[in-house]
């Protein structure tokens, strides 16, 4: 069986396993996915991550979030939010404020500027989804988000 993925990276030797092309195929995925939205945010002067953090302070509403909540659901990992933040505060995204009741903590909100930008790329970033994905079915997208998670599961 001749695989898409084998002409794509230009590999002649076969796959060792169904289970290492399934996986270099996601690999593929992930990288022409990324690509895509980074085109998308960076006339906006900002990365995938930071959006994410943007997205999701918006989510945690007026009480913001601490550094390692904002670690813990952040989709790509990264080893330095403190940096991450850093920078998003150096550009008016975010703020932080230290918890008047427990000093260790420090809460992060988005500014009025951060808020404006992240409800400013919604329609962008639903378009460029809509033009990755939008070719599929329901059906084959609940598949697809079905079988990721399956994968996820032993990782």
Known sequence: MSS???EE???RKPFASLAQEA???IQRT???LHDAMDRVLKPHGIA???YNVLRMLRGAGPEGLCRNDIRDRLITRMPDVTRLLDRMEEAGLVVRIRSTDDRRLVHTRLTKQGRTLVDRL???VADEHERQLGHMSADQLQM???LLMLARQVA
């Open 48 to 50: 995938q991550t930071q």
């Open 144 to 146: 697809l988000v079905q």
């Open 30 to 32: 992930e990288t022409v």
């Open 23 to 25: 996986y270099l195929s």
């Open 9 to 11: 990276i230009r590999q």
């Open 4 to 6: 898409d993925l084998l």
């Open 122 to 124: 919604d329609d962008e």
